[in-house]
T-cell receptor
Framework: QKEVEQNSGPLSVPEGAIASLNCTYS??????FFWYRQYSGKSPELIMS????GDKEDGRFTAQLNKASQYVSLLIRDSQPSDSATYLC????????????FGTGTRLTVIP | GAGVSQSPRYKVAKRGQDVALRCDPI?????LFWYQQALGQGPEFLTY????????KSGLPSDRFFAERPEGSVSTLKIQRTQQEDSAVYLC????????????FGQGTRLTVV
């Protein structure tokens, strides 16, 4: 299976700060990358997708992709307590059957 | 339907019992994924369908696990002779196309084997 690695955390940031979540992947030809948010006891919810090198912004969320370094990150600006969740990085394996592989997730806690 | 629907939401099985978990993907979605998620872990890939074709089943942990999607829509994950280590949340996701498009999850089935 392809490797997708994340720091499991927990990552704690104060309310209003920037939270930075990182992910590395092993498949050099991957072209599609996703960030999911998962609240405790709930299923993963798609929050960002990114396909090209550089930054993609959506509200308080910014995804950053560097294919040369095989690195994708998620920045959350003005963090809110409601952002407290586990964030999962997912990568499509495009050498084979286009499966979607996940990292183990980073647990984020935003402290009021 | 409006979203991915899974049933049952919860299942308690006695060790050795067979179980069947159902996934109804978003209408028109060609790709369907099954994942197993243990507590505190990320989703682990089990198997992948494109329409009715099972393109990858490399993640199925043993030959007790079997998945099908006979008409390219609803999928069933079957676990035979359940063991305690099978206890987990089983997640189903679907996406509109095979190549790297966004996948959406159902609410999952929490299986507890006692």
């Amino acid at each position: 299976q392809k490797e997708v690695e994340q720091n499991s955390g927990p990552l704690s940031v104060p309310e209003g700060a920037i939270a930075s979540l990182n992910c590395t992947y092993s498949d050099r030809v991957s072209q599609s990358f996703f960030w999911y948010r998962q609240y405790s006891g709930k299923s993963p919810e798609l929050i960002m997708s990114i396909y090209s090198n550089g930054d993609k912004e959506d509200g308080r969320f910014t995804a950053q992709l560097n294919k040369a370094s095989q690195y994708v990150s998620l920045l959350i600006r003005d963090s809110q307590p409601s952002d407290s969740a586990t964030y999962l990085c997912a990568v499509v394996d495009q050498t084979g059957a286009n499966n979607l592989f996940f990292g183990t997730g980073t647990r984020l806690t935003v402290i009021p | 339907g409006a979203g991915v629907s899974q049933s049952p939401r919860y299942k308690v099985a006695k060790r050795g019992q067979d179980v069947a978990l159902r996934c109804d993907p978003i209408s028109g979605h060609v790709s369907l994924f099954w994942y197993q998620q243990a507590l505190g872990q990320g989703p682990e890939f089990l198997t992948y369908f494109q329409n009715e074709a099972q393109l990858d089943k490399s993640g199925l942990p043993s030959d007790r696990f079997f998945a099908e999607r006979p008409e390219g829509s609803v999928s069933t994950l079957k676990i035979q002779r359940t063991q305690q280590e099978d206890s987990a949340v089983y997640l189903c996701a679907s996406s509109s196309q095979g190549r790297g498009t966004e996948a959406f999850f159902g609410q999952g089935t929490r299986l507890t084997v006692v």
